[in-house]
């Protein structure tokens, strides 16, 4: 298939099955850079020279579905009002480009929008930090639209390890298994990114509901304890989950991995953070690039990983989650939301099928959300609502 033959396609699928997109950080940036001004940066124009994310180019990427992150940052001492704040963007968004955003709370709701040609628009938090060891508090982020909620972000909370922090309880304490048999009540998805190893294991042994993996890539393509181990892709199938490839530089290829490593050395050889970003800092880390160029991702890198993963888990387990405007570097060809249509070029060039990509772009994500109502209907037949504590369960 010639490149042009194979992007005409991919366009063509897009409007059939558009991509459903586990991961995007547009209410951060927008609390970051205007602190919620959407004036100031109204995505109803071109945001190109300071978002990932607009309207166009979510239209132009072939986007039907959107879970908003409504992400907090671990370290902060508000993280529960700082969460409501991101909730109340998404809404004020759906608000204000309402003929183009259209709310949505379940997989009925994903396929009454893209009946409309509209773009559901669904929220995740990232880090179970947004609940303050409260179950009531995530019933209440369930009320408020949240569908998924991943266990943590960078950082160990009291009950779940990160993979990016020394190990903690473990894994899941007791209180964590509670919090994901709470999500199975709810009706709310246990995401697995940015957990340990263990974290996933044993989040896979308590969940009677489909987990999913809302931003996240292969371990075995690229060694970064951000992506997922072969053997955790390989209990998908049984659980029901599925597994959304993000398109992080750092995450998916080892190149960048290493080259990240070295930066970060670099950084603390002279005295600074390797997150900190005084122009002093920067100036170092300039320094670094210029005699050290960073490595490039591109869209068949990303490929790589989603034919690893098919491999292990299978087409029915698999999804997409960018993690725009989360992240400030992209691959050579997913820019940003505008760039979905590369990747299925790329697929479709690989001998993916038709069928295949349209479970990849919509089908498995809406099947996975509705498969979470079921067992939570069920569920509710059956039990009321936990009032565990952490203190009750982990003593």
Same mark, same amino acid.
């Given at each position: 298939?010639?490149?042009?033959?194979?992007?005409?396609?991919?366009?063509?699928?897009?409007?059939?099955?558009?991509? !459903?997109?586990?991961?995007?950080?547009?209410?951060?940036?927008?609390?970051?850079?205007?602190?919620?001004?959407?004036?100031?940066?109204?995505?109803?124009?071109?945001?190109?020279?300071?978002?990932?994310?607009?309207?166009?180019?979510?239209? @132009?990427?072939?986007? =039907?579905?959107?879970?908003?992150?409504?992400? !907090?940052?671990?370290?902060?001492?508000?993280?529960?009002?700082?969460?409501?704040?991101?909730?109340?963007?998404?809404?004020?968004?759906?608000?204000?480009?309402?003929?183009?955003?259209?709310?949505?709370?379940?997989?009925?709701?994903?396929?009454?929008?893209?009946?409309?040609?509209?773009?559901?628009?669904?929220?995740?938090?990232?880090?179970?930090?947004?609940?303050?060891?409260?179950?009531?508090?995530?019933?209440?982020?369930?009320?408020?639209?949240?569908?998924?909620?991943?266990?943590?972000?960078?950082?160990?909370?009291?009950?779940?390890?990160?993979?990016?922090?020394? +190990?903690?309880?473990?894994?899941?304490?007791?209180?964590?298994?509670?919090?994901?048999?709470?999500?199975?009540?709810?009706?709310?998805?246990?995401?697995?990114?940015?957990?340990?190893?263990?974290?996933?294991?044993?989040?896979?042994?308590?969940?009677?509901?489909?987990?999913?993996?809302?931003?996240?890539?292969?371990?075995?393509?690229?060694?970064?304890?951000?992506?997922?181990?072969?053997?955790?892709?390989?209990?998908? +199938?049984?659980?029901?989950?599925?597994?959304?490839?993000?398109?992080?530089?750092?995450?998916?290829?080892?190149?960048?991995?290493?080259?990240?490593?070295?930066?970060?050395?670099?950084?603390?050889?002279?005295?600074?953070?390797?997150?900190?970003?005084?122009?002093?800092?920067?100036?170092?880390?300039?320094?670094?690039?210029?005699?050290?160029?960073?490595?490039?991702?591109?869209?068949?890198? !990303?490929?790589?990983?989603?034919?690893?993963?098919?491999?292990?888990?299978?087409?029915?387990?698999? &999804?997409?989650?960018?993690?725009?405007?989360?992240?400030?570097?992209?691959?050579?060809?997913?820019?940003?939301?505008? =760039?979905?249509?590369?990747?299925?070029?790329?697929?479709?060039?690989? &001998?993916?099928?038709?069928?295949?990509?349209?479970?990849?772009?919509?089908?498995?994500?809406?099947? !996975?959300? &509705?498969?979470?109502?079921?067992?939570?209907?069920?569920?509710? @037949?059956?039990?009321?609502?936990?009032? @565990?504590?952490?203190?009750?369960?982990? &003593?």
């Amino acid at each position: 298939m010639t490149a042009v033959s194979a992007l005409e396609t991919a366009r063509e699928l897009l409007a059939e099955f558009p991509v !459903v997109d586990g991961h995007n950080d547009l209410p951060w940036a927008l609390r970051q850079q205007v602190r919620y001004d959407l004036d100031a940066r109204d995505i109803a124009v071109d945001q190109s020279a300071h978002l990932h994310t607009d309207l166009a180019r979510l239209r @132009a990427g072939g986007v =039907g579905a959107q879970y908003w992150s409504v992400y !907090v940052r671990s370290d902060l001492p508000d993280a529960v009002p700082a969460t409501l704040e991101q909730i109340d963007c998404v809404r004020q968004l759906q608000a204000r480009y309402a003929d183009t955003l259209r709310p949505a709370l379940t997989a009925a709701d994903m396929e009454a929008a893209r009946a409309e040609g509209r773009i559901a628009s669904l929220m995740g938090a990232e880090g179970g930090h947004s609940i303050a060891n409260s179950l009531a508090t995530l019933r209440a982020l369930y009320t408020l639209g949240v569908r998924y909620m991943t266990l943590t972000h960078n950082d160990n909370n009291d009950w779940a390890d990160s993979a990016t922090d020394e +190990p903690g309880v473990g894994g899941l304490s007791a209180f964590g298994r509670e919090v994901v048999r709470e999500m199975n009540r709810e009706g709310m998805l246990v995401d697995l990114s940015h957990v340990a190893a263990t974290t996933m294991r044993d989040a896979l042994d308590t969940s009677t509901a489909p987990v999913i993996f809302s931003h996240s890539s292969s371990r075995a393509v690229c060694d970064h304890p951000r992506n997922i181990p072969d053997d955790v892709l390989e209990r998908l +199938p049984a659980n029901g989950g599925m597994a959304m490839v993000t398109f992080v530089p750092k995450f998916v290829l080892q190149a960048a991995v290493d080259w990240t490593a070295a930066a970060d050395e670099n950084m603390r050889a002279h005295g600074f953070h390797h997150l900190e970003t005084t122009p002093e800092a920067m100036k170092v880390h300039r320094a670094f690039e210029e005699r050290t160029p960073r490595p490039a991702a591109t869209v068949a890198t !990303v490929a790589d990983h989603l034919d690893h993963m098919r491999e292990v888990a299978g087409i029915d387990h698999l &999804g997409i989650g960018g993690d725009y405007d989360g992240t400030a570097f992209t691959p050579d060809g997913l820019t940003d939301v505008s =760039g979905y249509p590369n990747l299925i070029a790329e697929l479709l060039d690989r &001998g993916w099928s038709r069928p295949d990509l349209a479970k990849l772009t919509w089908r498995n994500a809406v099947r !996975v959300l &509705g498969a979470a109502e079921d067992v939570a209907r069920d569920l509710q @037949a059956t039990r009321g609502p936990s009032n @565990a504590t952490l203190e009750s369960l982990d &003593g």
